[in-house]
């Protein structure tokens, strides 16, 4: 089993006034999934792939990897974990505004210490696979918000994750857009065997999800 | 570290018009700065220039005691012997023996107390301007021993003019008493009141016979190519001099009043350098906390995505270095070419110093720009953009991603 939750729950409190966003998730995501988690506005999607990536803490529960809680390792030891291990793709403006696309793909690779020759290559290749070869000298803000969207899946592949999480991918697009991004990203799942959990509210982009979690504040429906 | 490098590079051209008003900024401030330096090192230049050439000279040799004491039994003997040994060594260097003595002046109406100068007037024009500060009437001449020149204050107090008697009563280095008459030859007109009003100049060789001590001397005047080099060379000279009993010393110790006023005077430099350092932070600051501010969202990413506190830090640093570097260049500029142009043209402050010029203040000042303080000003400036990104680059580094990420 590639992922563990067990008893997951999170509790936002500010102000001393406390709002339940989790309340005792338990899953199991296998390696090559292509999974969604479908639920209304508030239901907690971002709270559950937040802690799924190690970027928010939890209430209580566990989070394991492999059979390794990340809820108990160290703060740096947890951006080493995210750098080798989860590809993220945001909601929206995932880019490096300064980067062109090829240097955004190139710069998690960058951090992982791969060599300058192969990760220009491997960007670019990406790149042509998500259907931007044109484009890699763009800048974000010379791309449309799919494309933008495009260089980010590209930037979360390329760096050889085990999973990728996706808040939301699609939030931003119009509907034929993100449909064709989450084809592309079905693809990448097959083709290359990366476990892929993605949130929506869509409808139609739930659809295309070989598996499908539904959440309702806080609690995973049956 | 390239990849960060040009992040923040790109970061700065994005936002061309806060980064050319931030880089701006630091650039008229350090030019400012070394303008303002220079102009005060030209001015202070000038005046311990004029001050040491009027009498004091560069450096000068006594026999050991003679600063603290000026009495004629201190003195140096054989003082050629002493020039010549300079002379070798730096061949372009001046010298020129002096006695120095107390004594009373006197009129047919009215007498005075005195320094009275035993100058070689051949060496003396080397060494001082005092030459250049006559009234009227002329310079001591060598072959006259009865001649004397005098402060245009004492004139006037002994109501005597060109041409007329004056007796000169002191005690001799054997102690018998030394009095001989003497004719005015030229009137000086320093400026400064001291003087005027108290030396008397008469040939080295007059002085040497009035108060019996031939092939004596009680200071050796010294002039350099460069009045900047006089605590070296006094230090070299006191080393090639060492076991003669002498004391070497540079202007700076002879006098202490003008040191410790241009000592002042750059003291009050360092408040203009901390002025210049504040609007230098207060302009980097404001561009890079903004620009830091504004990429709350960007940095969530960073961070999510793996990127460590300390290369963000270091994205955040380099922005601030690169704003100060360049600002820097351009106020190396302004600077330079301020300092260097009015180094040869002068900045006429007559207008405004009428109260102030005397003699050792001119009107026309020459900016001098020094390797040093040019330095300094862009150290500082650029140690001063270094810190001040440590602020926003701590800001950065801790944000929350999740939080960063959620705000636009
Ligand atoms: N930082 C926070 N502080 C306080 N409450 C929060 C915070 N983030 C989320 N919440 C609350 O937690 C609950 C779950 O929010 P969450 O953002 O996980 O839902 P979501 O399913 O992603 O919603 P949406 O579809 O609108 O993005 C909501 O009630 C929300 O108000
Ligand atoms: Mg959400």
């Known amino acids: 089993m590639l992922i563990q939750i067990r008893n997951l729950t999170k509790i936002y409190k500010v102000d001393s006034i406390e709002t339940p966003a989790l309340r005792g998730i338990n899953l199991d995501i296998e390696r090559g999934e292509f999974l969604t988690i479908a639920g209304p506005s508030g239901s907690g999607k971002t709270s559950l792939l937040n802690i799924i990536g190690g970027l928010d803490t939890l209430t209580s529960g566990a989070v394991l990897y492999e059979n390794t809680d990340i809820t108990k390792i160290s703060i740096s030891r947890l951006a080493s974990f995210r750098l080798k291990q989860i590809g993220f793709v945001f909601q929206a403006y995932n880019l490096i505004n300064t980067l062109t696309a090829v240097e955004n793909v190139e710069y998690v690779m960058l951090l992982q210490g791969v060599d300058v020759k192969t990760r220009r290559q491997r960007a670019v290749s990406m790149l042509e696979r998500v259907g931007l070869g044109e484009y890699i000298k763009r800048f974000p803000n010379e791309m449309s918000g799919g494309q933008q969207q495009r260089v980010a899946v590209a930037r979360a592949i390329a760096a050889h994750p085990k999973v990728v999480l996706a808040d939301e991918p699609t939030a931003n697009l119009d509907s034929k857009s993100g449909e064709a991004l989450i084809g592309l990203m079905r693809q990448l799942n097959e083709e290359k065997n990366i476990t892929f959990i993605f949130s929506t509210h869509d409808k139609m982009v739930m659809d295309k999800a070989k598996r499908q979690v539904f959440i309702r504040d806080g609690e995973i429906q049956k | 570290m390239f990849t960060f490098i040009k992040i923040a590079l790109r970061n700065i051209i994005r936002n061309k018009r806060r980064s050319l008003i931030t880089v701006s900024a630091v650039g008229f401030g350090l030019g400012a700065l070394i303008f303002i330096w220079s102009f005060v090192d030209g001015a202070h230049i000038q005046m311990i220039e004029n001050y040491t050439s009027l009498l004091t000279g560069h450096i000068q040799i006594h026999s050991r005691g003679f600063n603290q004491r000026e009495q004629l039994e201190i003195n140096i003997s054989n003082p050629q012997e002493i020039i010549n040994i300079i002379e070798d060594e730096s061949p372009l260097v001046e010298a020129s023996p002096r006695i120095k003595a107390f004594g009373l002046i006197s009129s047919p109406e009215y007498s005075s107390g005195i320094i009275i100068l035993g100058v070689d007037p051949l060496q003396e024009i080397k060494v001082s301007s005092l030459h250049k500060r006559l009234k009227s009437g002329e310079f ?174 270091t994205t955040v640093a380099w922005e601030s270095l690169f704003l100060g570097v360049i600002g820097s260049l351009i106020g190396l500029c302004i600077g330079y070419f301020l300092s260097v142009y009015f180094g040869t043209a002068g900045i006429d402050l007559s207008v405004f110093t009428q109260a102030l010029s005397s003699f050792y203040m001119e009107a026309v000042i020459y900016p001098r720009l020094s390797l040093g303080h040019l330095l300094t000003s862009m150290a500082l400036v650029l140690f001063t953009s270094i810190i001040v990104s440590v602020y926003p680059a701590w800001h950065a580094a801790n944000l929350k991603p999740v939080e960063a990420i959620r705000s636009i």
């Open chain 2, 140 to 313: 001591l001449d060598e072959a006259e021993s009865n001649e004397i020149v005098i402060g245009e204050s004492l004139a006037r107090n002994l109501n005597v003019s060109l041409g007329d008697k004056v007796v000169i009563m002191s005690q001799a280095f054997d102690g018998s008493i030394a009095a001989g008459a003497y004719y005015v030859k030229g009137v000086l007109d320093t400026g400064a009141e001291e003087i005027d009003k108290s030396v008397v100049l008469i040939a080295y060789d007059a002085a040497q016979e009035l108060f019996v001590m031939p092939d004596r001397a009680s200071e050796i005047v010294l002039r350099l190519e460069n009045v900047e080099n006089s605590p070296a060379e006094a230090l070299k000279f006191r080393q090639l001099l060492s076991g003669k009993g002498l004391e070497v010393l540079p202007w700076q110790e002879i006098s202490p009043i003008l040191k410790q006023w241009i000592e002042f005077d750059n003291g009050f430099i360092w408040i203009i350098v901390m002025v210049v350092m504040i609007v230098v932070a207060i302009g980097i600051l404001n561009t890079v906390l903004m620009g830091v501010l504004e990429r709350t969202r960007e940095f969530g990413i960073l961070l999510s995505i793996g990127t460590r506190r300390r290369q963000i830090i």
